[in-house]
C-alpha cells in the first residue's frame, strides 16, 4: 500500500507531538500505542491532537476535507483494478465481490463460443474506478452488470460509463448467487 511508510515513520521526541497533524491529502503520523505518546483515539470530529471537537465547524471542515482528500487525491493509487480485455469486443461485464468469479467465468465462456467479452472486475469500489469504467464504456455497445441486489453498483457504473455504452442490470436479490450461465444468456440474449 502506498500509506504504508507514513506509519513506519515514528516521531523523534513526544515533545511538540501533534498526533493529527498531517499534510493535505495525507494520513496522520500516529506513534506507536504504549511508546509514552499518550494519543486519544476517537471516531468524533476531533482537533489535530485528537480531542473531541464536535462544535467547532472549522475544526469539523478542516478534518472532513482533509480526510477525504488523502483519498481523492490519491485516487489513482488507491484503485485496484482485474481487466481481461479482447479486440473488438462488444460486451463487457463489471463485476465486484462474489459475483467476479461468475463473471469472470462467463466472460471466458462468451470467448469460447466466438463472443468477444471484456471482463473488468473492481477489487475496490471506493474511490471508485470511474476512469476504468468509462474506458471500458468506449470499447464496448453494452456493459453488463451482475449484482446480488438491485442495482448499487449499477448506479455508479452508469454514470461512470457516460453514455458512450448502454449498461443492463442483471440483479439477484434473496441471497441467490449468479451463476456464470446466468450472465452467458444475458450477454447472449442481448439483455
Known sequence: MPFIRYFRDQPQSTEGYVPFKAKKSDPA??????????IYVTGLTHND??????????VHTKLVRRICEKIS??????????KDYVEGAKAGIVSYGIT???????????KKKGIN????????????????????????NTIYVPEMN????YHTVTEAARGECDVQLLPKIGGVMHTPDDIVKAVVGGK
Do not use: M
Open 29 to 38: 503520523c500516529l506513534a506507536n500505542f504504549g511508546q509514552g505518546y499518550h
Open 49 to 58: 491532537k485528537g480531542y473531541p471537537s464536535t462544535d467547532d465547524a472549522a
Open 73 to 82: 487525491d490519491n485516487r489513482e493509487k488507491l484503485t485496484n483494478v482485474e
Open 100 to 110: 467476479s468469479r461468475a463473471a469472470i467465468s462467463a466472460a471466458k465462456r462468451l
Open 117 to 140: 467479452t471484456n471482463s473488468l472486475r473492481l477489487v475496490t469500489v471506493w474511490p471508485f474506478p470511474y476512469k476504468e469504467v468509462h474506458d471500458l464504456a468506449k470499447k464496448v
Open 150 to 153: 438491485l442495482g448499487q453498483l
